[in-house]
């Protein structure tokens, strides 16, 4: 069963840069099947889908954030990178990693598996 | 961007209750919807993928139905551990998006 952790710095400063790790166990991070994806929750509200990356490192990102953002691969470490530039105090969520799957091979991508999330604080 | 909608916002029920949660898309989406189950202070649950199947492991009290732009999440014999919030999301098109939740407490 496919496990997955995020890791980073649970504070960073306004300007600066977020990073984020996320680490696939249980399963290959290389399988054609899944999408490797990053989702945030602010406190208090609901979810938004960040973007996502292929083990290719062909990636999707959601257009609000795609000018801040990078998204990367690194198959041999079995592990996902966030990079998110110019921070500001809107930026603070609970961040999770997420594994998606495309249960037909038909090229769309359910969530199937989440890890359990960590708390990043936008401030000075 | 596919906006999706739910109601009600919030709902009271009881232990032995049957609730139902509607989700709305803004355009068409076939059946690309899924619903999530989150409890405070974790990470959301996958429940159901493809508008009504359930994920692995999850139990048959839980049922989806729709297709196009209306979907519902049925919980059948309400007990204790299912009181939570309950999301619904498109995975149709990008940017992929969610409904802003249903949350399900004890009456």
């Known amino acids: 069963q496919v496990q997955l952790q995020e890791s980073g710095p649970g504070l960073v400063k306004p300007s600066q840069t977020l990073s984020l790790t996320c680490t696939v166990s249980g399963d290959s991070i290389s399988s054609g099947a899944y999408y490797w994806t990053w989702i945030r929750q602010p406190p208090g509200k609901g979810l938004e889908w960040i973007g996502y990356i292929y083990y290719t490192g062909f990636t999707y990102y959601n257009p609000s954030l795609q000018s801040r953002l990078t998204i990367s691969v690194d198959t041999s470490k079995k592990l996902f990178s966030l990079r998110l530039t110019s921070v500001t105090a809107a930026d603070t969520a609970v961040y999770y990693c997420?594994?998606?799957?495309?249960?037909?091979?038909?090229?769309?991508?359910?969530?199937?598996?989440w890890g359990r999330g960590t708390l990043v604080t936008v401030s000075s | 961007d596919i906006q999706m909608t739910q109601s009600p916002s919030s709902l009271s029920a009881s232990v032995g209750d049957r609730v139902t949660i509607t989700c709305r898309a803004s355009?068409?989406?076939?059946?690309?919807l899924a619903w999530f189950q989150q409890k405070p202070g974790k990470a959301p649950k996958s429940l159901i993928y493809a508008a009504s199947s359930l994920q692995s492991g999850v139990p048959s009290k839980f049922s989806g139905s729709g297709s196009g732009t209306d979907f519902t999440l049925t919980i059948s014999n309400l007990q204790p551990e299912d009181f939570a919030t309950y999301y619904c999301q498109q995975y149709y098109s990008h940017p992929l998006t969610f409904g802003p939740g249903t949350k399900v407490d004890i009456k």
């Open positions: 355009q068409d989406i076939d059946n690309y």
């Open positions: 997420a594994r998606a799957w495309d249960y037909d091979n038909n090229g769309y991508y359910s969530f199937d598996s």
